[in-house]
């Protein structure tokens, strides 16, 4: 066995300054971005002797069974913020690191042969943790390379894109730009269509400059803000300002979740905000519990399309869909409902009693109030 392990490493180390050229030149093909500062000579080598450098350590590491040194993670670091420097975006960045790691997996893979089995183990367990390490000291160095040119809102809106994307270098540059990255983050999406682009970075310089809440939008119509749980009252803050820069309806969605792993929270207040009502001034951040039903419903075809049904037969007219939205919202408390709609109480019964005859439905029972209260907030939603 000590034989196998000594020809492939060995093998692996006579193809180490081919196997770099490669690299870089699949790099340079795959991205016009790492091809433009390819071109410049000096750029070109500074990328040969990192692919160099890197393979070289790998291969010395392995053979000793050792981590990387805070040295290597040092040259690792200049070598991103290198490329930071260079105005390389996040987006190469990140295909860069994963063309780097499948070459390395490629590159084994052809060195190795029936009796390197132990040998490609041993580097595939090395390469799992440290590959880990070596790409987060990368991404550190590529984003302090870009604060040279990268204005501070910018380097907001991608460390909140960073932190609900899951990646691990996020919180860490979030400390380096004065962000006190908190154990959980509550995850606050406002949907509003066609919003432009003066207006939409009106408000995360505003959410960033009054209370220090990180935030971005993707698209043109998704807002999303990051505040820390234990900031309960700048939740409010924050959509409070939103709407009044805004000035238009729109749909709030919230969930809360470890500010190490944003992911699910982000996605269950994407599908929350699409749920929930629009409104100009919305008093209420809406959560799933608020619309458990809503999302159980929608994952259903069979009961979405039966929900649908009903929302039509009562939206002849949008008058019964408000008139059963003010009734909920009042507790069926009939006098006030009747006010909130400026209408007579007896005016309000004639619409609950049509309400019962086009859905077959009491809406003032349990049942009711179940399936129908279901329907307005669809309608309402714009589902």
Not at 361 to 371: K, L, N, V
Request: a negative charge; proline letters at 5%.
């Amino acid at each position: 066995m000590g034989n196998a392990v000594s020809d492939l490493l060995g093998l692996l180390a006579k193809q180490i300054p081919a196997n770099a050229k490669r690299v870089v030149e699949v790099c340079a093909d795959d991205q016009p971005e790492y091809a433009a500062a390819a071109g410049d000579p000096r750029e070109y080598a500074g990328m040969l002797d990192f692919a160099v450098f890197i393979r070289r350590r790998t291969l010395e590491l392995v053979a000793g069974n050792e981590p990387l040194t805070d040295d290597d993670l040092a040259v690792v670091s200049a070598t991103g913020e290198r490329r930071g420097e260079t105005g390389m975006s996040r987006t190469v960045l990140r295909r860069v690191l994963t063309l780097h790691a499948s070459a390395t997996l490629n590159e084994i893979q052809e060195a190795s042969g029936p009796n390197d089995l132990p040998v490609t183990m041993q580097m595939l367990g090395w390469l799992g943790p440290q590959g880990a390490i070596a790409q987060q000291a990368y991404t550190l160095g590529f984003l302090k390379g870009q604060k040279h040119f990268l204005p501070v809102i910018a380097q907001v809106r991608q460390y909140t894109e960073m932190v609900l994307g899951g990646e691990t270098a996020a919180l860490a540059n979030g400390r380096d730009l004065g962000i006190a990255v908190p154990e959980s983050y509550q995850v606050i999406v406002a949907r509003i269509p066609d919003v432009d682009v003066e207006t939409a970075a009106e408000v995360v310089h505003t959410v960033w400059r009054r209370y220090g809440v990180p935030a971005t939008w993707f698209g043109q119509d998704e807002f999303v803000a990051l505040v820390p749980v234990e900031q309960q009252t700048n939740a409010t803050k924050v959509i409070s300002d939103f709407a009044e820069i805004i000035g238009r309806p729109f749909s709030v969605g919230t969930a809360e979740g470890p500010a190490s792993a944003l992911a699910e929270a982000f996605a269950l207040a994407r599908r929350v905000s699409l749920l929930t009502r629009a409104e100009t001034a919305p008093s209420h951040l809406y959560t799933a519990a608020d619309v458990f039903i809503e999302l159980g419903a929608a994952e259903l075809p069979e009961i979405d399309r039966w929900l649908h049904s009903l929302a039509q037969r009562l939206t002849d007219g949008p008058v019964l869909v408000d008139t059963l939205d003010a009734y909920y919202r009042n507790d069926l408390n009939r006098p006030r409902a009747a006010a909130a709609l400026c209408i007579h109480p007896r005016s309000l019964d004639y619409r609950l009693q049509r309400v019962q005859e086009l859905a077959g439905i009491d809406p003032a029972s349990t049942h009711g109030i179940r399936i129908l209260s279901t329907v307005v907030s669809r309608v309402l939603g714009g589902r």
